[in-house]
């Protein structure tokens, strides 16, 4: 049995974007693990990116505070940080705390990627 309790993995597009796709638990152990993912597609070159939450079951305040950090390095370099598909668990924590408000948040990874 595995104890790691977030999966990620990337693929970019044919567009130019990064999706970067998470599965697990999003908290203050894991979230080392997503950064990393964010900042890689940046090094990379990639401009745009996706954050597939579809598999996502838990995001706590860690989650949240790498979504906001992402978003505002995305716009200082011009490009865009979407999040898609967020499941109920994760669009409430998002809503609770107006996130939802503040960030790109699309209810499927196709309109993500359409954005």
Known sequence: MSTEI???TTRDTAEGARVVAAAGDLDHDSVPM?????????????DHVVVDLALVTFCDS???SLFVE??????ARHGSFRLAAPGRTV???LEA??????????PS???ALRG
């Open 6 to 8: 977030l999966s990620v």
């Open 34 to 46: 997503l950064r990393d993912a964010v900042e890689a597609a940046w090094t990379d070159g990639r």
């Open 62 to 64: 860690a989650g949240l």
């Open 70 to 75: 992402a978003h505002r390095r995305a716009q």
């Open 91 to 93: 669009r409430y924590v």
């Open 97 to 106: 705390t107006n996130l939802g408000r503040y960030l790109s948040i699309h």
């Open 109 to 111: 990874l196709d309109e």
